[in-house]
């Protein structure tokens, strides 16, 4: 057991060590394609997605689950055992379970205390390898527990106030350039918050409107003038009018646009001048799950640069594209979903036998394709007395 804690130590020590140690090297164009081959073999990123039985539970009834963990393209053998945590609204741990990993999934369920009397159960759930990483990558998900009897409504200790956030498109909004800001507004649980407002420079001028499209999310367009400062007036679901500063503008730099049309991805790069003229190449690096997807160099003699990146042969997951500047030194980043597809397969069901009688027997044969292993997995208290031949 100490040998093991010492092993996982050095493990997360390293994993310290690694951004630094990588981009220590001289920078070029084989020393980052090196990198990230030394990244996708040496530390691949494990995920974990979670299949329920249902949606939503009453108090006293089972939580059917089961989990698929992957690394990048492929199922993860990375992980023996799958942990989770079931907690309540005040994050008080109702029960902890690990489960064992077979053939990259795990499976297993938790009994719902018939005594339950909030709203929701919180999973959280993970493998060791996980938390080497960033914490956001960690599965979290709230299950709805419903009520015969009204629940107590319980005072929060913490208010539930909303705030916004503003994400400049490529990282920052630059002084001179068509910036696309996008806006994401919630409250303190996380919940979604819809607002409405405007946005103001320091003269009190407006120049943008607040308007949510979905969840509390939306974007707008803004044109910064250099040492330009700005500022937005919304209100929320209440009509509480309320303030936030946005990110300041910066007086040069590079802004990544990234448009999204059938099977492509349009990128429109544009820079101040300064930025221009502090490199004469710019570098535009995808890379998909830790493995270089693409790479581009255009020189910074044109006012922009626009390039386009079939998508129709990528794999399907986030698309991460990266301007480099000719050191190799990141100016900015944007992140696109490519969704061909690829994992989407038609089985066909056949009924071999109805068993009309009460906990009768019924045999139901389902075909996959020849070049795909699949895993099915049946909820027993949805089908009784099912034989299914694969």
């Known amino acids: 057991m100490r040998r093991k804690n010492c092993i996982q130590n050095l ?14 090297q001289t920078p070029g164009r084989e020393t980052l394609s090196a990198n990230l081959q030394q990244l996708a073999s040496g530390f691949p990123q494990e995920k974990a997605y979670i299949q329920f039985d249902k949606p939503a539970y009453a108090p006293g009834e089972t939580i059917w689950y089961k989990a698929y963990l992957m690394t990048g393209f492929d199922p993860s053998l990375i992980s023996s055992n ?13 029960a902890h379970a690990v489960v064992p ?24 759930a993970y493998t060791k390898w996980m938390l080497n990483f960033d914490s956001a990558f960690l599965f979290d998900k709230d299950i709805r527990i419903v009520q015969t009897k009204p629940a107590a409504i319980k005072t929060p200790v913490v208010a539930n106030t909303p705030a916004v956030q503003f994400f400049p498109e ?6 001179g350039i068509n910036t696309k800001i996008a806006f994401k507004a919630e409250y303190t649980t996380g919940n979604p918050c819809n607002i409405k407002g405007t946005v103001i420079n320091a003269k009190g001028v407006s120049v943008a409107d607040l308007k949510c499209i979905h969840d509390g999310m939306g974007y707008f367009f803004l044109t910064p003038k250099p040492g330009e400062s700005f500022t937005a007036k919304w209100k929320d679901e209440k009509n509480v009018e309320r303030t936030t500063a ?16 059938g099977a492509n991805r349009y990128l429109n790069v544009r820079y101040s001048a300064d930025a221009a003229a502090a490199t004469d190449t710019l570098h ?7 493995h270089e997807a693409f790479k581009i160099a255009r020189a910074t003699n044109a006012p922009f640069i626009k390039a386009t ?9 986030i698309l991460t594209i990266t301007i480099f500047d000719k050191q190799w030194n990141a100016l900015a980043e944007r992140i696109t979903y490519i969704n061909n597809q690829d994992y989407r397969f038609e089985p066909q069901m056949e009924v071999q036998h109805w068993g009309l009688n009460k906990r009768s027997r019924n045999e139901i044969k389902i075909n996959v394709p020849d070049s795909l292993i699949a895993e099915l997995r049946l909820w027993s208290n949805l089908i009784d007395g099912m034989v299914v031949c694969l």
């Open 284 to 290: 535009i690096v995808g890379t998909m799950h830790q």
């Open 170 to 175: 490529g990282g920052d909004c630059i002084a």
């Open 11 to 24: 493990l997360c020590f390293l994993m310290i060590l690694l951004p630094a140690a990588l981009f220590a």
């Open 82 to 94: 799958f942990y989770l945590d079931f907690a309540d609204a005040d994050g008080k741990i109702l």
């Open 246 to 261: 946005l990110p300041p503008v910066q007086q040069s730099g590079v802004s990544l646009a990234v448009t999204v049309s």
């Open 101 to 124: 990993v077979v053939q990259s999934s795990a499976k297993g369920n938790f009994d719902v205390p018939a005594s339950f009397s909030g709203r929701s159960i919180h999973i959280r």
């Open 309 to 317: 990146v079939p998508t129709a042969s990528l794999p399907t997951g």
